[in-house]
């Protein structure tokens, strides 16, 4: 199984709502990113989680908060957030042994429009 | 700081051309580069990875090479299809901080039937 899934693939919220970016994988990789992507941009590096623990924080703002329960779990809170956050959540995973990281792999996204 | 660039911006060749996507990197410590392709509002497909220590990767139709000494990698594309067209990214990992990747702008290819 080489495959990284994200829910939900569309989500649609006001800037008063709290809601939350789900991604799992199988692959038994122990680090996992969040991404995120405007439209004719590449990803932005948003956070790094290596054995369930965050080791970068790309300065994102507090508004989006990161969490990883377990090695095949990773989830992204959202709270507050401005239209400009509107744009694609990208999940990635890949092995790592220490500080050795590997190939990433992607999942499809979740489209976010933020009201 | 590494900067990554990919030039062209855009390209659009008829179909069974071969041809080749470029990457130039500025920090030449890196770890690895990976390719990867891009369909419109989809997520990233990992085509090659190539170690630092390599100087090339094959898959099918695909062949990428990497010039540390340069700060260049190239994806080689053979006999291309309509089912090629994509945006195509290139991303580097440098020594110092590995668990980040920088990625270019991509290269959006169209190839025409």
């Known amino acids: 199984d080489t495959e990284v899934t994200q829910t939900p693939k569309h989500l649609v919220m006001g800037m008063t709502n709290k809601k939350s970016l789900k991604c799992e994988q199988h692959?038994?990789?122990?680090?996992m990113y969040w991404y995120k992507q405007k439209a004719k941009k590449p990803p932005e590096l948003m956070f790094v989680?290596?054995?369930?623990?965050?080791?970068i924080n790309e300065s994102v703002p507090s508004r989006f908060s990161p969490e990883c329960p377990n090695s095949s779990l990773l989830n992204l809170h959202l709270h507050a957030l401005q239209p400009e956050d509107s744009a694609l959540y990208l999940c990635?995973?890949?092995?790592?042994?220490?500080?050795?990281?590997?190939?990433?792999?992607f999942g499809p996204g979740t489209r976010l429009t933020v009201l | 700081k590494q900067e990554v660039t990919q030039i062209p911006a855009a390209l659009s060749v008829p179909e069974g051309e071969n041809l080749v996507l470029n990457c130039s990197f500025t920090?030449?410590?890196?770890?690895?580069l990976q390719w990867f392709r891009q369909d419109p509002g989809k997520g990233l497909t990992s085509l090659l990875l190539?170690?630092?220590?390599?100087r090339e990767q094959t898959s099918g139709r695909l062949n990428a090479s990497l010039d540390k000494s340069s700060g260049r990698s190239t994806l080689y594309i053979a006999a291309s299809q309509p089912g090629d067209s994509a945006t195509y990214l290139c991303?580097?990992?440098?020594?110092?901080?590995?668990?980040?990747?920088?990625f270019g702008d991509g290269t959006t290819l169209t190839v025409k039937p």
């Open positions: 692959m038994g990789h122990r680090a």
């Open positions: 920090d030449s410590a890196i770890y690895n």
């Open positions: 190539i170690q630092s220590s390599q």
């Open positions: 991303a580097v990992r440098v020594n110092t901080n590995a668990g980040k990747s920088t």
């Open positions: 989680y290596s054995y369930e623990k965050l080791s």
């Open positions: 990635a995973s890949s092995q790592v042994d220490l500080i050795i990281y590997n190939e990433q792999f």
